[in-house]
């Protein structure tokens, strides 16, 4: 298994699917389980600030993303919702939902369970996010923790908004990547951070296809 964490703009989804695909492996986008219960947090119209109503929302709502690192899908009781999980709403309620302990315990746990079932019928499997090393595989084979200038992670984050039709300017995706940043690695539950045992690539000055490269030798050195 692949541990692979690190803040947005990173690459990280493009890197974790396609070394998914080339090990043959699963996939699993963590960040999209969180994203769906903010989603389901402002369907139901509760205050993301509201830690124990949020906890209520996570603990009703049906979660379902995909594993397959060719076609992820995102599920909200049964509804297809993964482009509105991308969206600006979602992005802004998503770093205070997922600060809130009952939600990571109940992600987590079914989080490991996809995990222990994936692992049970296939090769590997690659799982992207925050907190996978350090909280819910401690004992992945690989940990890599990727970083980029910030710089260079705004300028990624606004082209990948521009692209999608969500263009909100240079400006607006520093600003964004920032607070986002600076909730998720500040929270008191389980802080965005490298494992000790991480190996933590600069992806800044690197190509997509060079990281995955990079990746794909470490994977094959340790399994
Ligand atoms: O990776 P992505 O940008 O989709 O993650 C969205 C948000 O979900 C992050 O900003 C963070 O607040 C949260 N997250 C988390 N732990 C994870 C994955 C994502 O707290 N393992």
């Known amino acids: 298994m692949v541990a692979l964490d690190g803040p947005s ?68 009781d049964g509804e297809d919702v993964g482009a509105e999980i991308r969206g600006a709403a979602v992005t802004t309620a998503v770093s205070p939902v997922s600060a809130v302990p009952e939600v990571r315990e109940l992600l987590v746990a079914e989080q490991r369970r996809i995990i222990a079932e994936v692992l049970a019928g296939t090769a590997g499997i690659v799982v992207e996010g925050r907190d996978i090393g350090t909280v819910v595989a401690p004992d992945a084979a690989l940990k890599v923790f990727l970083t980029a200038s910030a710089e260079v992670r705004a300028s990624r984050r606004g082209a990948q908004d521009t692209a999608a039709g ?26 965005m951070r490298a494992a000790e045992d991480a190996v933590v690539v600069d992806t800044s000055d690197l190509s997509i296809d060079q990281v995955i490269v990079a990746l794909g030798e470490l994977a094959g050195r340790r399994g």
Do not use: C, F, I, Q
Not at 28 to 43: I, P
Not at 167 to 175: C, K, L, N, Q
């Open 166 to 191: 969500r263009g909100t300017g240079a400006e607006a995706a520093r600003a964004a990547v920032d607070r986002r940043d600076h909730l998720d690695s500040t929270r008191a539950a389980s802080p």
């Open 9 to 76: 703009g990173t690459g990280k989804t493009t890197v974790a699917r396609k070394l998914a695909a080339r090990l043959d492996a699963g996939y699993l986008d963590t960040g999209a389980m969180y994203r769906l219960v903010a989603l389901a947090v402002l369907r139901s119209g509760t205050d993301p600030a509201d830690a124990a109503a949020v906890a209520g929302v996570a603990r009703a709502a049906r979660l379902d993303v995909g594993t397959s690192p060719g076609r992820p899908h995102a599920r909200l």
